[in-house]
């Protein structure tokens, strides 16, 4: 497994998760000049894209999510973050993080987190 993502489960509707995606060593070269990001999959739903992180810095959210989650990454640890505020039903779905290597095109997907949202 190249992307290891956690911090998923069961919260109430208002409630707050933090999700947490470490690289392994087979691709920990090309992860700190990478874009990184979250995506999800609700279902019977497209995957689609909450949120990424240039390797620079700049950070792009879907339009559902600004201002509830936010977008971090630590180099020196390998690891991207999604901080998950005022959480909703609808933000339920699989959570999969995501390396984008630019130059190659190329994408390294983590095994997903299942995060659900009760009313």
């Known amino acids: 497994v190249q992307l290891q993502a956690s911090g998923g489960g069961l919260v109430q509707a208002g409630g707050s998760l933090r999700l947490s995606c470490v690289a392994s060593r087979a691709i920990s070269s090309v992860f700190n000049p990478s874009t990184l990001g979250w995506f999800r999959q609700a279902p019977g739903k497209e995957r689609e894209l909450v949120a990424t992180?240039?390797?620079?810095?700049?950070?792009n959210y879907a339009d559902s999510v600004k201002g509830r989650f936010s977008i971090s990454r630590d180099n020196a640890k390998k690891t991207v973050y999604l901080q998950m505020n005022n959480l909703r039903p609808e933000d339920t779905a699989v959570y999969y993080c995501?390396?984008?290597?630019?130059?190659?095109?190329?994408?390294?997907w983590g095994q997903g987190t299942q995060v659900t949202v009760s009313s």
């Open positions: 995501n390396v984008h290597i630019v130059p190659l095109a190329r994408h390294y």
């Open positions: 992180m240039t390797s620079r810095g700049t950070i």
